[in-house]
């Protein structure tokens, strides 16, 4: 196997391993074991298992802003915001656990995820502002940070929605969808008052 190849094997067995279970509980020991591997391998792609979970987290929030990202084909704002949620929602599912470790990476004592945990909220945001203006709302620094709230609203929302699916799928979409510009309505109402 190519070295390129070994390393995206790996990266990809704790991508697997953490849809079942949090990022932390991934050993570099079970990641060997299921590649058929020693240990000492991985440590030669990845300095430490810090570093390796970093490897995981980037890779995640690559691929979510990959499949979540506006579509050219639609041109209404709020289909292009419902395609996007929808593919979110559908990737979020799909890598359950994975995606709770990408989100809470905020909260983690590796500095990196963080960083990966904050540039891909930025990044989601800055999709959202380069829209607005489509949605007839003015990016100023109040929406930038009705922008920021509605990221954290979907992100609080979708991890209480794994543990425990009280909506459908459809309802979870529709209410993010809907919540987004009615924040931003709400928003310049206040601020205009």
Not at 85 to 96: H, L, N, P
Request: charged residues 25%.
């Amino acid at each position: 196997m190519s070295p390129q190849a070994r390393r995206r094997q790996f990266i990809d067995l704790g991508i697997d391993m953490a849809r079942e279970q949090p990022l932390e509980s991934v050993t570099i020991e079970a990641v060997a074991e299921a590649a058929g591997v020693s240990k000492g391998l991985l440590f030669h792609y990845f300095e430490s298992k810090a570093d390796f979970h970093l490897a995981v987290v980037r890779e995640q929030a690559a691929e979510m802003l990959d499949k979540t990202a506006p579509r050219d084909d639609l041109t209404d704002p709020i289909e292009m915001l419902q395609a996007s949620v929808t593919a979110y929602v559908d990737y979020v599912a799909g890598i359950g656990q994975g995606f709770i470790g990408v989100i809470r990476g905020s909260g983690n004592s590796i500095a990196g995820i963080r960083e990966v945990a904050e540039d891909t909220r930025d990044q989601m945001a800055e999709r959202v502002l380069t829209h607005a203006p489509a949605l007839g709302i003015e990016r100023t620094p109040a929406i930038e940070l009705a922008v920021a709230g509605w990221i954290a609203y979907v992100e609080e929302m979708i991890v209480r929605w794994l543990a425990d699916p009280v909506v459908d799928r459809d309802t979870l979409i529709a209410m993010f969808v809907t919540a987004l510009p009615a924040l931003a309505g709400l928003t310049v109402a206040v601020v205009a008052d």
